[in-house]
């Protein structure tokens, strides 16, 4: 069974540039999440789909973040225009709708210049 | 407000000695509880949850983990610790159902020596 697949795995942007991440979930798993981790911290929730819905946005700095989810599947989050303090680690999980275990893809790490 | 102390930033044990990384939680309701790993450039990969039942549960790659209610904690523990073992450690604490969300402690690296 094929995991949580992310794209890029790493990418480096100047400032004020606007950058793409994408997510694909394992097959089934309704629900998808996007986390930010920083360098020595543990991962912190971003946004949470069920389905096509945003269900918990409310970490989601939306005046340059946004996602989407539009066919229930595949997900995209963008930052636009990106700053130095985004340079992290955005990581995408799914689970099956109301099952807590939530399986990571590997991330994609961003470099903000 | 639910959260996450993993109070070991960073532990070095030798190769076949014990291991055993703290967590301490704090929730307003039962907890549900995971810990999980993640080697350099990967996710989160989960060790084992725990949620009802026998508070001494197993995962896989031989780690186990104690529950006790009375400390709020949760703890990682492996009886010899394998060179492929170095890594982070990751404690987490949610709602039994992902009708919330979940809280990640910061971590807790680990190296260990030949």
């Known amino acids: 069974e094929a995991g949580v697949v992310q794209s890029p795995r790493y990418k480096i942007i100047e400032k004020k540039q606007p950058v793409a991440f994408w997510c694909n979930p394992i097959s089934g798993h309704n629900t998808l999440y996007w986390y930010l981790q920083n360098l020595g911290q543990g991962p912190e929730l971003l946004i949470r789909y069920e389905n096509e819905e945003a269900v918990d946005d409310s970490q989601l700095p939306k005046d340059r973040f946004s996602a989407e989810r539009l066919k229930g599947v595949d997900s995209t989050l963008k930052i636009q225009p990106a700053e130095l303090g985004d340079s992290a680690v955005y990581l995408c999980?799914?689970?099956?709708?109301?099952?807590?275990?939530?399986?990571f893809g590997p991330g994609t790490r961003l470099t903000v210049t | 407000a639910q959260s996450v102390t993993q109070p070991d930033i960073h532990i070095t044990v030798s190769e076949g000695a014990s291991l055993e990384l703290r967590c301490n939680y704090s929730y307003g309701a039962t907890p549900y509880l995971f810990w999980y790993v993640q080697s350099p450039g990967q996710g989160l990969q989960l060790l084992l949850k725990?949620?009802?039942?026998?508070?001494l549960v197993q995962g896989i790659k031989g780690f186990e983990a104690e529950f006790k209610r009375s400390q709020s904690s949760f703890n990682l523990r492996k009886p010899s610790v394998h060179w492929s073992d170095a890594a982070e450690y990751f404690c987490a604490v949610g709602p039994f159902t992902n009708a919330g969300k979940s809280t990640f402690g910061d971590g807790t690296t680990l190296t260990v020596k030949p």
């Open positions: 725990y949620f009802s039942g026998d508070t």
């Open positions: 999980a799914s689970s099956f709708s109301g099952v807590a275990e939530q399986y």
